[in-house]
Protein backbone atom coordinates (compact mmCIF):
# COMPACT_ATOMS: atom_id res chain seq x y z
CA UNK A 1 0.00 0.00 0.00
CA UNK A 2 1.28 3.34 -0.73
CA UNK A 3 1.37 5.87 2.11
CA UNK A 4 1.90 9.73 2.61
CA UNK A 5 3.12 11.88 5.78
CA UNK A 6 1.43 14.98 4.97
CA UNK A 7 1.75 18.09 7.21
CA UNK A 8 -2.30 20.23 6.95
CA UNK A 9 -3.16 23.56 8.10
CA UNK A 10 0.61 24.83 6.84
CA UNK A 11 2.49 25.27 3.85
CA UNK A 12 5.85 24.63 5.05
CA UNK A 13 7.22 21.29 6.63
CA UNK A 14 7.49 20.63 10.29
CA UNK A 15 4.65 22.86 11.21
CA UNK A 16 1.39 22.60 11.59
CA UNK A 17 -0.43 18.66 12.15
CA UNK A 18 1.42 15.62 10.58
CA UNK A 19 -1.50 13.11 9.07
CA UNK A 20 -0.49 9.80 7.75
CA UNK A 21 -2.76 8.94 4.65
CA UNK A 22 -2.88 5.62 2.83
CA UNK A 23 -5.20 5.00 0.01
CA UNK A 24 -7.07 1.65 -0.28
CA UNK A 25 -8.48 -0.33 -2.59
CA UNK A 26 -9.94 -2.67 -0.55
CA UNK A 27 -10.33 -2.58 2.94
CA UNK A 28 -8.39 -4.62 5.56
CA UNK A 29 -9.94 -5.36 9.00
CA UNK A 30 -10.52 -2.24 11.63
CA UNK A 31 -7.62 -4.46 13.98
CA UNK A 32 -5.44 -4.04 10.90
CA UNK A 33 -6.28 -0.74 10.34
CA UNK A 34 -6.14 0.18 14.40
CA UNK A 35 -2.56 -1.25 13.95
CA UNK A 36 -1.08 0.61 11.39
CA UNK A 37 -2.23 3.88 13.10
CA UNK A 38 -0.32 2.75 15.96
CA UNK A 39 2.38 2.21 14.17
CA UNK A 40 2.33 5.92 12.65
CA UNK A 41 1.66 7.31 15.67
CA UNK A 42 0.05 10.66 14.11
CA UNK A 43 -3.02 12.01 16.11
CA UNK A 44 -4.21 10.56 12.93
CA UNK A 45 -4.00 8.08 10.02
CA UNK A 46 -6.41 8.19 7.02
CA UNK A 47 -7.77 5.71 5.03
CA UNK A 48 -9.38 6.41 1.80
CA UNK A 49 -10.86 4.05 -0.71
CA UNK A 50 -12.24 5.55 -3.86
CA UNK A 51 -16.10 4.72 -4.88
CA UNK A 52 -17.45 4.11 -8.16
CA UNK A 53 -18.76 6.58 -10.51
CA UNK A 54 -22.25 7.39 -9.95
CA UNK A 55 -22.18 6.59 -6.15
CA UNK A 56 -23.20 9.70 -3.36
CA UNK A 57 -19.83 9.80 -2.60
CA UNK A 58 -16.62 9.96 -4.23
CA UNK A 59 -14.82 8.26 -1.95
CA UNK A 60 -14.86 6.47 1.61
CA UNK A 61 -12.91 7.83 4.50
CA UNK A 62 -11.83 7.06 7.84
CA UNK A 63 -9.25 8.07 11.17
CA UNK A 64 -7.93 6.64 14.05
CA UNK A 65 -5.66 7.42 15.90
CA UNK A 66 -3.09 5.28 17.61
CA UNK A 67 -5.54 3.89 20.36
CA UNK A 68 -9.48 3.99 18.34
CA UNK A 69 -11.73 5.65 15.44
CA UNK A 70 -12.68 8.89 15.78
CA UNK A 71 -15.81 9.95 13.90
CA UNK A 72 -14.99 13.16 12.43
CA UNK A 73 -10.90 14.92 11.90
CA UNK A 74 -10.41 17.73 9.75
CA UNK A 75 -6.52 17.82 9.68
CA UNK A 76 -6.08 14.09 8.03
CA UNK A 77 -9.22 14.72 5.98
CA UNK A 78 -7.23 17.78 4.54
CA UNK A 79 -3.92 15.79 4.51
CA UNK A 80 -6.45 13.14 2.20
CA UNK A 81 -7.45 16.05 -0.27
CA UNK A 82 -4.11 17.47 -0.54
CA UNK A 83 -3.15 13.79 -1.19
CA UNK A 84 -5.52 12.82 -4.05
CA UNK A 85 -4.93 16.60 -5.78
CA UNK A 86 -1.09 16.44 -5.99
CA UNK A 87 0.00 12.57 -6.13
CA UNK A 88 -3.42 10.39 -7.19
CA UNK A 89 -4.59 12.64 -10.25
CA UNK A 90 -8.03 14.33 -8.75
CA UNK A 91 -8.44 17.06 -11.08
CA UNK A 92 -12.15 18.13 -10.14
CA UNK A 93 -12.75 20.94 -7.32
CA UNK A 94 -14.98 19.40 -5.64
CA UNK A 95 -14.49 16.06 -3.39
CA UNK A 96 -16.97 14.26 -1.28
CA UNK A 97 -16.02 12.11 1.64
CA UNK A 98 -18.68 9.66 2.97
CA UNK A 99 -17.69 9.48 6.84
CA UNK A 100 -18.82 8.66 10.07
CA UNK A 101 -20.27 12.29 10.58
CA UNK A 102 -22.08 11.63 7.02
CA UNK A 103 -21.18 13.17 3.47
CA UNK A 104 -17.92 15.71 3.87
CA UNK A 105 -17.44 18.05 0.75
CA UNK A 106 -14.06 19.32 0.28
CA UNK A 107 -13.34 21.82 -2.24
CA UNK A 108 -9.98 23.31 -4.00
CA UNK A 109 -9.74 27.43 -4.08
CA UNK A 110 -7.04 29.84 -4.65
CA UNK A 111 -4.28 27.25 -2.83
CA UNK A 112 -6.09 26.68 -0.14
CA UNK A 113 -8.15 23.18 0.28
CA UNK A 114 -12.04 24.14 2.26
CA UNK A 115 -13.27 21.82 4.56
CA UNK A 116 -17.61 21.53 4.60
CA UNK A 117 -18.30 20.49 8.32
CA UNK A 118 -21.15 19.67 10.64
CA UNK A 119 -20.72 22.79 12.89
CA UNK A 120 -20.97 21.34 16.80
CA UNK A 121 -22.96 24.42 18.77
CA UNK A 122 -21.83 24.17 22.70
CA UNK A 123 -23.71 23.63 25.51
CA UNK A 124 -23.06 25.16 28.72
CA UNK A 125 -22.12 23.19 31.64
CA UNK A 126 -22.92 24.97 34.85
CA UNK A 127 -20.20 24.25 37.04
CA UNK A 128 -16.27 24.86 36.52
CA UNK A 129 -14.53 24.08 38.79
CA UNK A 130 -13.39 20.25 38.09
CA UNK A 131 -11.81 21.93 34.58
CA UNK A 132 -9.88 24.76 36.23
CA UNK A 133 -8.46 22.24 38.29
CA UNK A 134 -7.61 19.86 35.68
CA UNK A 135 -5.92 22.64 33.48
CA UNK A 136 -4.20 24.46 36.09
CA UNK A 137 -5.60 28.03 35.34
CA UNK A 138 -8.95 30.08 35.84
CA UNK A 139 -11.82 28.96 33.52
CA UNK A 140 -14.52 31.66 32.24
CA UNK A 141 -16.72 29.68 30.85
CA UNK A 142 -17.14 25.58 30.06
CA UNK A 143 -18.99 24.09 27.00
CA UNK A 144 -19.84 20.60 25.78
CA UNK A 145 -19.95 20.03 22.17
CA UNK A 146 -20.75 16.33 21.17
CA UNK A 147 -17.25 14.22 21.55
CA UNK A 148 -15.56 17.40 22.98
CA UNK A 149 -15.58 20.07 25.59
CA UNK A 150 -14.99 23.93 25.06
CA UNK A 151 -12.93 25.63 27.53
CA UNK A 152 -13.07 29.54 27.71
CA UNK A 153 -10.36 30.98 28.95
CA UNK A 154 -9.77 34.86 29.50
CA UNK A 155 -6.31 35.60 27.58
CA UNK A 156 -4.05 34.13 24.77
CA UNK A 157 -1.37 34.12 27.22
CA UNK A 158 -2.94 31.40 29.43
CA UNK A 159 -3.92 29.63 26.54
CA UNK A 160 0.03 29.51 25.25
CA UNK A 161 1.09 28.82 29.08
CA UNK A 162 -0.99 25.74 29.47
CA UNK A 163 0.66 22.62 31.05
CA UNK A 164 -2.60 20.32 32.01
CA UNK A 165 -2.77 17.46 34.01
CA UNK A 166 -3.51 14.77 31.79
CA UNK A 167 -4.43 12.25 33.74
CA UNK A 168 -7.16 14.12 35.15
CA UNK A 169 -8.65 15.45 31.36
CA UNK A 170 -8.60 11.56 30.81
CA UNK A 171 -11.55 11.00 33.21
CA UNK A 172 -13.98 13.87 31.71
CA UNK A 173 -16.61 12.39 30.34
CA UNK A 174 -15.68 14.06 26.59
CA UNK A 175 -12.50 12.90 25.38
CA UNK A 176 -11.14 15.70 23.31
CA UNK A 177 -10.62 18.94 25.47
CA UNK A 178 -10.67 22.55 23.75
CA UNK A 179 -9.23 25.70 25.18
CA UNK A 180 -9.65 28.88 23.98
CA UNK A 181 -9.23 32.57 24.03
CA UNK A 182 -9.58 35.94 21.94
CA UNK A 183 -6.80 35.86 19.36
CA UNK A 184 -3.72 37.41 19.56
CA UNK A 185 -0.85 38.15 16.63
CA UNK A 186 -3.64 39.41 14.34
CA UNK A 187 -5.59 36.20 15.06
CA UNK A 188 -9.29 36.41 15.96
CA UNK A 189 -9.46 33.38 18.08
CA UNK A 190 -5.97 31.15 19.89
CA UNK A 191 -6.67 27.67 21.11
CA UNK A 192 -5.23 24.10 22.03
CA UNK A 193 -6.43 20.76 22.02
CA UNK A 194 -5.95 18.24 24.47
CA UNK A 195 -6.78 14.44 24.09
CA UNK A 196 -4.97 11.75 25.95
CA UNK A 197 -7.55 8.85 26.32
CA UNK A 198 -7.66 9.32 22.82
CA UNK A 199 -3.87 8.59 22.53
CA UNK A 200 -3.59 12.08 21.67
CA UNK A 201 -1.93 14.32 24.36
CA UNK A 202 -2.04 17.84 22.08
CA UNK A 203 -2.99 17.61 18.87
CA UNK A 204 -0.84 20.19 17.03
CA UNK A 205 -4.03 21.56 14.99
CA UNK A 206 -7.48 20.01 14.86
CA UNK A 207 -9.74 20.75 12.17
CA UNK A 208 -12.57 19.16 13.89
CA UNK A 209 -12.33 21.45 17.20
CA UNK A 210 -13.12 24.65 15.09
CA UNK A 211 -16.40 22.86 14.48
CA UNK A 212 -17.25 24.01 18.13
CA UNK A 213 -14.99 26.74 18.15
CA UNK A 214 -16.59 28.60 14.84
CA UNK A 215 -19.93 28.88 16.32
CA UNK A 216 -18.84 29.80 20.01
CA UNK A 217 -16.82 32.77 18.49
CA UNK A 218 -18.78 34.04 15.54
CA UNK A 219 -21.56 33.96 17.64
CA UNK A 220 -19.77 35.92 20.83
CA UNK A 221 -17.86 38.43 18.50
CA UNK A 222 -21.11 39.14 16.11
CA UNK A 223 -18.87 38.27 12.88
CA UNK A 224 -19.58 34.75 9.94
CA UNK A 225 -15.93 34.75 9.60
CA UNK A 226 -12.59 34.21 12.26
CA UNK A 227 -9.09 33.72 11.33
CA UNK A 228 -8.06 31.09 13.71
CA UNK A 229 -4.14 29.85 15.20
CA UNK A 230 -3.76 26.85 17.30
CA UNK A 231 -0.93 27.43 19.35
CA UNK A 232 0.56 24.44 20.07
CA UNK A 233 4.52 23.86 19.82
CA UNK A 234 4.06 23.36 15.80
CA UNK A 235 1.20 25.82 15.39
CA UNK A 236 -0.91 25.96 12.65
CA UNK A 237 -3.67 28.64 10.86
CA UNK A 238 -7.09 28.25 9.95
CA UNK A 239 -9.78 30.25 8.03
CA UNK A 240 -13.17 29.42 9.74
CA UNK A 241 -16.67 30.40 7.91
CA UNK A 242 -20.06 29.54 9.27
CA UNK A 243 -22.45 28.45 6.74
CA UNK A 244 -26.01 28.08 8.71
CA UNK A 245 -25.28 25.01 10.55
CA UNK A 246 -22.00 24.04 8.38
CA UNK A 247 -18.39 25.32 9.31
CA UNK A 248 -16.02 25.80 6.25
CA UNK A 249 -12.38 25.53 7.37
CA UNK A 250 -9.59 26.66 4.91
CA UNK A 251 -6.13 25.53 5.17
CA UNK A 252 -3.06 24.45 3.14
CA UNK A 253 -1.02 21.36 3.48
CA UNK A 254 2.42 20.21 2.07
CA UNK A 255 3.54 16.57 2.05
CA UNK A 256 6.74 15.32 3.89
CA UNK A 257 6.79 12.08 2.11
CA UNK A 258 5.76 9.47 -0.20
CA UNK A 259 6.68 5.69 0.78
CA UNK A 260 5.51 2.08 0.66
CA UNK A 261 3.74 0.03 3.42
CA UNK A 262 5.31 -3.73 3.43
CA UNK A 263 4.24 -5.09 6.74
CA UNK A 264 1.26 -8.04 5.78
CA UNK A 265 -2.52 -7.01 6.78
Wanted: with cysteine; hydrophobic share 40%; aromatic share 8%.
Amino acid sequence: MRYFHVDAFTDRPFRGNPAGVVPLEAWPDDAALLAMAGEHKHAETAFVKLLPDGSEADAHLRWFTPAMEVELCGHATLATAHTLRHHLGWTRDRIVFDSLSGLLPVGFFDGRIVLDFPARSPEAIADTVPYQRALGCSVDEVHAASTHLLCVVNDAATVRSLSPDMEALRGFEQYGIIVTAPGDEGYDVVSRFFAPRAGVPEDPVTGSAHCSIAPYWCGRLKTSELECYQASPRGGALRCTMDGDRVHIAGRAVTYLEGTILAPT
